[in-house]
């Protein structure tokens, strides 16, 4: 028997898929991608709500891990909710929260292939700053490492914050060195140390993945010539000449923005995208600071009036994207 559509918020969806989870039923409405693995936007017919629906292998340990996960991030507004985990069989169902807003690697697309208005240069700090206060949140209270930071896995919201998705990747760092197969390497974005499978990866793994979607955004090219976090897995004569092109120096704002605000941000992704993870923040509090400093300075130059139309027009930006 076909499934009928459903109408949801004045929209028509197909459903393609039924799901029996626990005791709700969740009806697919659509396929999304993420690291290989099976999900879905469903809509959760007891609530009347739109989720998330992630299925993860049942491997050793993974339904442990996501549980962890569920019970660490209860109530934590700044961390995207597992509102419900079940086993069946070879799966793990995972439910999420449906976030309503637009998938930051289309939004990427759409400026470089479709000239469209690009994220001003302050926004991008302000927006990518409260994604590494989320983390830091995790890595300093929870102890969990997300590992599979990349534009895919945030959605600018309609409230103008980006939102990190997709948790499947996410692991206890007492766990690190017993990653399943499965777990999500995002190539250019993963850092170097993550990349070549080292028994000890940290924060300092996440902050240089936050630190290549900054740069993207910043400048539309990944650094290290689109090498990214494969420029450690280079041969060493090669990695040793590789240089990090300062973001102010290529980016299409360069002219724009006054030196003073280019140099904290410059200073953050410098610290941020060190190829040997030493030589990145050595705790995840300077990290913030760093992140801090580049607003503050941004702050201060906007209240003296030292650059047009630095303040916050997200909101209108978004408006324009949804046209």
Known sequence: MQNRPIRYRGTEYPVIERFRIGDRTYLAVARIGTSGRSAFQVFDASAKQMRALHILPNSSGGFDRVRTLQRLTRGDNEILQI???????DSIYVVLPWIDGFNLRTVLSGIRDRNRQRI???????????????????????????????????????????????????????????????????GVYAAPEFLRGESLVNFRADCFSIGVVLYEILT????????GGKVGMLP????????????????????????????????????????????????????????????????????????????????????????
């Open 83 to 89: 509102l419900e985990c079940h086993r069946d069989g």
């Open 220 to 227: 539309d090219r990944i650094p290290y010539d689109g090498h």
């Open 120 to 186: 001003a240069a302050p926004e991008a700090v302000r927006l990518m700053k409260g994604v590494a206060h989320a983390l830091r949140h995790l890595h300093r209270n929870k102890q969990i490492i997300h590992g599979d930071i990349k534009p895919a896995n945030l959605i600018l919201t309609k409230r103008t914050s980006l939102v990190l998705i997709d948790y499947g990747n996410a692991w206890t760092i007492e766990r690190t060195t017993r990653r399943d197969e499965g777990d999500g390497v995002s």
């Open 236 to 323: 060493d004569p090669v990695q040793s000449g590789s240089r990090l092109v300062p973001a102010s120096a290529i980016s299409p704002e360069r002219e724009k923005l006054p030196k003073r605000i280019w140099r904290p941000i410059d200073d953050l992704l410098s610290h941020s995208l060190a190829i040997d993870a030493d030589n990145r923040f050595e705790t995840s509090s300077q990290w913030l600071d760093g992140w801090s400093s580049a607003m503050k300075e941004i702050r201060q130059t906007t209240k003296a009036g030292g650059t047009e139309g630095i303040g916050s027009r997200m909101i209108e930006w978004i408006q324009r994207l949804r046209k």
